[in-house]
């Protein structure tokens, strides 16, 4: 069994910053792509930021020059730093890998959310 366990979630000011951290273990061979989306009241989940395994970034026209994904392929970990936050930051926010496992080949795999509330 593989999954992703998220933290760092809670409650800011706007103009704060927040760091979430998310870890993938279990029966794991390789990671390929891992990302942030957040799904706020209402809305559907998007994308917010993703990196690959060599690094490359993609970022949401949203967030950009704010937050900043970075991984630890030793630790099979995803961070976000999130800067400059905005009450339109509000949502839960979902870790994902593609994860090539031992017993059940590539699978997308998704974190329990963590809640980022962000008061004006």
């Known amino acids: 069994q593989v999954q992703l366990v998220e933290s760092g979630g809670g409650l800011v000011q706007a103009g704060g910053s927040l760091r979430l951290s998310c870890a993938a273990s279990?029966?794991?061979?390789?990671?390929?792509?891992m990302g942030w989306y957040r799904q706020a009241p209402e809305k559907q989940r998007e994308l917010v930021a993703s990196i690959t395994s060599g690094g490359r970034t993609n970022y949401a026209d949203s967030v950009k020059g704010r937050f900043t994904i970075s991984r630890d392929n030793a630790k099979n970990a995803v961070y976000l730093q999130m800067n400059s936050l905005k009450p339109e930051d509000t949502a839960v926010y979902y870790c994902n890998a593609d994860i090539r496992t031992v017993w059940s080949g590539y699978l997308e795999v998704w974190g329990q959310g963590t809640l980022v509330t962000v008061s004006s």
């Open positions: 279990g029966s794991i061979l390789s990671i390929n792509a």
